[in-house]
Structures are given as C-alpha cells and as structure tokens.
C-alpha cells in the first residue's frame, strides 16, 4: 500500500507521519499517531464515536 506524507496539529503539537493511502482518520490517529480519544463504533458513520474536531467543526474519523 502506498504510503503518504501527513502534516497537522494534534492538540497543539506539531505531527507529521507517513499513513496507508487508504486508511480512515481514525486508524491514523489511534494507530499511528497513538491518540486513542477517538473510538471505533460502527466505522459506517452513524454512532458518531469516531467523532473529532477539524478547524473548529464536528467530523466523523471513521
Ligand atoms: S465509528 Fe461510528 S460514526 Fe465513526
């Protein structure tokens, strides 16, 4: 799987990692990253576990 350069601000720290192209925000941050705050509950978009904030809005991770 090919991998991609990410660059952002978790929490006020700078991160930058190497992800799977495909994978989800969510397998990112717990996976990856290490930030296990967001939950997997249905990976389908509907239970809003996965939920984190962008810019100031509300997203599903998942
Ligand atoms: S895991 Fe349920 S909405 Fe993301």
Redesign the pocket.
């Known amino acids: 799987m090919v991998k991609v350069p990410v660059q952002f601000t978790l929490n006020g720290s700078e991160k930058a990692e190497f992800i799977d192209s495909g994978a989800t925000l969510?397998h990112a941050l717990r996976d990856k990253i290490g930030d296990t705050s967001p939950k997997?509950?249905?990976?389908?978009?509907?239970?809003?576990?996965?939920s984190v904030i962008i810019d100031g809005e509300l997203r599903?991770?998942?």
């Not at 997997?40 to 996965?50: I, K, V």
Request: glycine fraction near 26%; charged fraction near 0%.
């Open positions: 969510l997997g509950g249905c990976h389908q978009g509907t239970c809003g576990a996965c599903l991770s998942c």
